[in-house]
């Protein structure tokens, strides 16, 4: 696609969008919105006070996220995951479940008291990194480092240059350095986390931590006592389940699952999978590992429809306004 085309596209979008805000603020889609029905799992992960975009492109402001719930509660039934499984539907609007990814901090502090607010449940699924004495994802660390690192580093005596995306590639083999930590165990992603925080030592500026911190064991277990939580698991390092040896992967479930369970000391059944990855041996051994609702993104199977364990998930865009939000959380697309 050439530069020309590009620019069209996205003027053509940007267009689209506005209109759809227009038509619905003059009140011209008033029908779609009252007669749509269906149901849907919504995928959120940060939420920050400011500049939502300054580390990774899955943020959104806490003032955006607000006035989606209010759209969501005007014209959907927001839903627990637990009544989604057993499809305590309403008939007469559309169904939506809100689940958070991750484990931020900040999903304490700003998420939960909006849910209160608004008497809207969501479910959270976290990690046992706390456990370990970590508290930073090690995604988030090296997406942290490979924006406001220097142009070249040296990681283990391999050259790496940045690229695409601000991802360091390797001078070597043109691989991204987070493709190759994404395939290992937590071992090597600690010892890179070791390795390159004085590249950049971010956790210096405090105004910072909004973008990454994790929450401490007393958040979760006091996010889990609210009746508008419920807590889920999200692997143990948030390592790719479906990457890593079977038998490791297996143990990180169970492990996290214990972790999450002696913290708020109610049971956790849950389980979204990190990045949305998985297959076949991952959902046996989650079942095995006691989890009886396991989240994806897309389904990479056509067979996994038919799993009573499984659902897809949508994830929401942070680039778009409430109102664009609300009409492709049902029609399930962006433009």
């Not at 659902?311 to 865009?317: D, G, K, L, M, S």
């Amino acid at each position: 696609m050439t530069i020309y085309h590009k620019i069209r596209s996205k003027l053509l979008r940007e267009s689209k969008c506005l209109l759809r805000d227009i038509r619905y603020y003059l009140g011209l889609d008033h029908s779609f919105y009252k007669n749509a029905r269906g149901s849907r799992i919504l995928i959120y992960h940060g939420i920050c006070k400011h500049d939502h975009t300054r580390f990774n492109p899955i943020f959104l402001t806490a003032k955006t996220f607000e006035k989606q719930l209010k759209l969501f509660k005007k014209h959907c039934n927001i839903i627990t995951l637990d009544d989604y499984y057993n499809k305590r539907f309403s008939d007469d609007k559309f169904n939506i479940c809100i689940t958070f990814d991750d484990g931020y901090a900040n999903n304490y502090q700003y998420v939960l008291p909006s849910l209160e607010k608004h008497n809207v449940p969501a479910t959270f699924f976290v990690t046992g990194i706390t456990n370990e004495g970590y508290d930073i994802l090690w995604n988030d660390f090296l997406g942290i480092v490979s924006k406001y690192g220097p142009e070249k580093i040296i990681y283990k005596t391999e050259l790496y240059y940045k690229g695409a995306h601000n991802q360091y590639f390797s001078a070597e083999n043109h691989i991204a350095l987070k493709d190759k930590l994404r395939k290992g165990g937590f071992v090597e992603k600690a010892d890179m986390m070791k390795i390159l925080y004085p590249v950049v030592p971010f956790k210096n500026d405090e105004w910072n931590t909004d973008y990454w911190l994790q929450m401490t064991k007393g958040q979760i277990k006091e996010l889990a006592a609210s009746p508008y939580a419920q807590i889920g698991a999200h692997g143990y390092y948030h390592n790719d389940l479906a990457l890593i040896n079977i038998e490791d992967a297996f143990n990180e479930m169970v492990q996290v699952k214990q972790y999450l369970e002696t913290i708020i000391e109610k049971p956790v059944i849950s389980i979204a999978f990190p990045y949305g990855s998985y297959n076949q041996g991952i959902i046996n051994k989650a079942k095995s590992a006691g989890y009886t609702q396991l989240l994806a993104m897309d389904f990479s199977n056509d067979a996994d429809v038919a799993d009573q364990t499984m659902r897809e998930r949508f994830t929401v865009n942070p680039f778009i306004s409430p109102v664009n939000q609300l009409y492709a959380t049902i029609t399930r697309k962006y433009d």
